[in-house]
């Protein structure tokens, strides 16, 4: 690979010479993505499993089928997405046409996280490309085996001057950022999202951050309560509980709390059987040093459930524990398969404390009231969510996803991600037709009264 400024100079060309422009193009180069994909499924899938041990069904469904389905979508609806879309006049500007105009920005910078490294750089890597830009990817460090395997599949299926994958850690991504790109869209950490807006700001770079929190699952004393209990273990047992988007805790209605554990435990034992590491999807803590940090959460939480150990393998066995809302574990994203409860004692005092925190990527509410529905949503500030679900938001391209706040800013998936990676240009085409002196100068009295008898 040529030294990333040359890469760099080398993409801005090849954007300015309008390749990137066709439909014709945008859409065979989605199709190339489709093959990368669908042609080394079993690669991807093997290298997601040497760097932490995810299970082949884990992996196909949350990160091959999600990019899938996310290209199949886009080369249905890119054709109608990219025509101009005209929009009505106004009486300020009549007689007009007017149209909005989708203009890809140019160079765009893809940096993804660790935990689902296939899924974070490729599912952005679609929106970016039917956009029409050029791309620098740089996948997660922290997942070496994926980023060398995702980068050797960039180099074969896409010319360097169009998309370029780069593997690096922090230094690597500072480079990147430093071109500047035309566009930032970054997945990771809160901490590393400031660093990013502030580099976004040096240059004045519109940018996305996808970022994650402490997303809660409420369970409301009417909820069904085994089923509550098997899809919020289910969203948190997933990827280990590393996930941007699990259940971080569960806030348990005070009359609803034995029922929960003990729906709790029957799930935990269909899912894991009786081991410590039994038979459920031996996702490993990604790093010793987040196998620590987790230790030191159980290690001074008071255990319901679970939460066996193994240091040799980085294996924790998802675990419920009894919190109280000013402990460490309520305070910071688990991002393990750690999960807290507490108990509540009534809707609106719950929210209180909801509203006080850092406003959370997801929120999940289980409960069989439609009330209870309404006031949540209307009351409680979030990304998206669920109602009687976890996670599943995410499957349907008809719904943006990002988060408010400290969980993120910008939203992707389907025309969202084409519209992120798009500058939406308004254009207003006045005829010649006719050209009334009305608005020129000079400004006289009978213009003034005129225009305050049309608006007031
Ligand atoms: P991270 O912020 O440590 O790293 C993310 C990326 O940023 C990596 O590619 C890394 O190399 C790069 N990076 C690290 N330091 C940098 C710096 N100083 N300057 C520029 N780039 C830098 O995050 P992580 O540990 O990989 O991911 C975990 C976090 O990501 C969690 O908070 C999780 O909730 C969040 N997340 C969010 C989503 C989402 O879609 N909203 C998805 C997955 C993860």
């Known amino acids: 690979m040529r030294h990333i400024p040359d890469q760099a100079e080398a993409q801005k060309q090849f954007f300015r010479d309008g390749k990137t422009l ?8 989605l199709r190339d993505l489709r093959n990368l994909v ?68 140019g160079s765009v910078l893809i940096i993804g996280a660790w935990n689902y490294p296939i899924r974070l750089v490729l ?13 620098f990817l740089k996948p997660s460090e922290l997942a070496p085996e994926t980023s060398k395997t995702v980068a050797g599949l960039i180099k074969k299926y896409f010319a360097p001057d169009y998309v370029t994958a780069v593997e690096g850690g922090a230094e690597t991504a500072r480079i990147l950022l430093q071109l500047p790109p035309d566009y930032i869209f970054f997945t990771g950490s809160a901490k590393t999202g400031k660093l990013i807006m502030r580099e976004a700001a040096e240059h004045l770079t519109p940018f996305t951050l996808e970022l994650g929190g402490k997303s809660p699952a409420i369970v409301h004393q009417d909820a069904d309560m085994e089923t509550s209990a098997r899809r919020i273990w289910w969203g948190k047992c997933m990827n280990s509980g590393q996930t941007c988007v699990a ?33 459920f999807p031996e996702v490993k803590i990604i790093n010793d040093s987040h196998f620590q940090r987790l230790s030191a959460l159980l290690s001074t939480a008071d255990l319901i459930l679970g939460g066996e150990t193994n240091a040799e393998k980085r294996y924790i ?30 809707l609106p005092e719950l929210a209180g404390r909801l509203r006080d925190m850092p406003s959370p990527l997801a929120l999940y509410l289980f409960t069989g009231s439609s009330d209870v529905r309404r006031d949540v949503i209307r009351n409680i500030p979030f990304g998206g969510g669920c109602i009687n679900d976890t996670i599943s938001h995410l499957g349907n391209p008809n719904l943006p996803f990002g988060g408010v706040g400290a969980s993120g800013t910008g939203k992707y998936h389907g025309k969202y991600s084409f519209d ?21 100068p000079p400004y006289t009295p009978a213009k003034l009264n005129l225009i305050k008898t049309f608006f007031s």
């Open 123 to 135: 599912h952005p890597l679609v929106g970016a490309i039917s956009a029409g830009n050029t791309v």
């Open 38 to 105: 669908s042609d080394n499924t079993d690669l991807l899938c093997r290298a997601v499993f040497h760097d932490f041990g995810k299970p082949e069904f884990e992996a196909y469904s949350t990160e091959i089928a999600t990019v899938l389905h996310e290209i199949d979508y886009h080369l249905k609806h890119l054709k109608s997405w990219a025509k101009p879309k005209k929009v009505k006049g106004s009486l300020l500007t009549f007689p007009s046409g007017n149209r909005i105009y989708h203009q890809p920005y």
């Open 22 to 29: 066709a439909l014709s193009f945008r859409l065979d180069r």
């Open 317 to 346: 066995a998802p675990a419920l524990v009894r919190a109280d809302w000013n402990q460490r574990i309520m305070k910071e994203e688990v991002f393990g398969p750690i999960l807290p409860m507490v108990v509540y004692d009534s």
């Open 420 to 440: 992120t990676f798009s500058n939406e240009k308004s254009v207003l085409d006045k005829p010649v037709w006719v050209d009334p002196d009305f608005r020129y």
């Open 247 to 279: 259940p971080d805790f569960v806030a348990v209605h005070k009359n609803a709390e034995p029922e929960f554990i003990r729906h709790s435990k029957a799930v935990l034992k269909s899912f894991c059987g009786n081991s410590a590491t039994g038979a």
